[in-house]
T-cell receptor
Framework: GAVVSQHPSWVICKSGTSVKIECRSLDFQATTMFWYRQFPKQSLMLMATSNEGSKATYEQGVEKDKFLINHASLTLSTLTVTSAHPEDSSFYIC??????????????FGDGTRLSIL | GDSVTQMEGPVTLSEEAFLTINCTYTATGYPSLFWYVQYPGEGLQLLLKATKADDKGSNKGFEATYRKETTSFHLEKGSVQVSDSAVYFCALSVGAGGTSYGKLTFGQGTILTVHP
């Protein structure tokens, strides 16, 4: 149980393109999902907390207009990298927490999306 | 604020060697502690967790004990295998009532390589 599916797993596109990444909780509901960014050989940096039915909460230094987050249902959050440029190339990972469990239960992670902007 | 400090890697061991990866933390509330593992090109998988002091998390031969007095959560395994080669992340999460509810704070990660 507790599977998080992230799609696509790999994207290569031209500079200026907008890219959408989906994060789905397959067998549980998730009011809250999280989006992380990971640079090579570094730790995960939390970008934003995605809240179903309301606006996402962005971490300091993360551009809201660059990284659009939509959490339209209890099982789906999307991250759209708008007008992507080479510096946006990175590994993006989402996670979700099962609403049915108590707080401080572990987050379940997707397999990540490797974004390469040419 | 909350933070997690892991021993710097990379760590290189021979198969069947004993593994310790140190992790210490600072937190404003009463955190839950986690170890995650990341295999090349993949997302993170929960390895083990502990939610209160003196709890021991264990999984796949790995163990870690929540030590409140030393604010530590060191990861250990008695006999590592080549398949254990991965990046290991220590993390904490502060629960409801804290401003960081549910958010994970990660350590910098420790690369483990196990040779046959």
């Amino acid at each position: 149980g507790a599977v998080v599916s992230q799609h696509p797993s790999w994207v290569i596109c031209k500079s200026g393109t907008s890219v959408k990444i989906e994060c789905r909780s397959l067998d549980f509901q998730a009011t809250t999902m999280f989006w992380y960014r990971q640079f090579p050989k570094q730790s995960l940096m939390l970008m934003a907390t995605s809240n179903e039915g309301s606006k996402a909460t962005y971490e300091q230094g993360v551009e809201k207009d660059k990284f659009l987050i939509n959490h339209a249902s209890l099982t789906l959050s999307t991250l759209t990298v708008t007008s992507a440029h080479p510096e946006d190339s990175s590994f993006y990972i989402c996670s979700a927490r099962d609403d049915a469990l108590y707080s401080n239960q572990p987050q379940h992670f997707g397999d990540g999306t490797r974004l390469s902007i040419l | 604020g909350d933070s997690v400090t892991q021993m710097e890697g990379p760590v290189t061991l021979s198969e069947e060697a004993f593994l310790t990866i140190n992790c210490t933390y600072t937190a404003t509330g009463y955190p839950s502690l986690f170890w995650y593992v990341q295999y090349p090109g993949e997302g993170l998988q929960l390895l083990l967790k502990a939610t209160k002091a003196d709890d021991k998390g264990s999984n796949k031969g790995f163990e870690a004990t929540y030590r409140k007095e030393t604010t530590s959560f060191h990861l250990e395994k008695g006999s590592v295998q080549v398949s254990d080669s991965a990046v290991y992340f220590c993390a904490l999460s502060v629960g409801a009532g804290g401003t960081s509810y549910g958010k994970l704070t990660f350590g910098q990660g420790t690369i483990l390589t196990v040779h046959p």
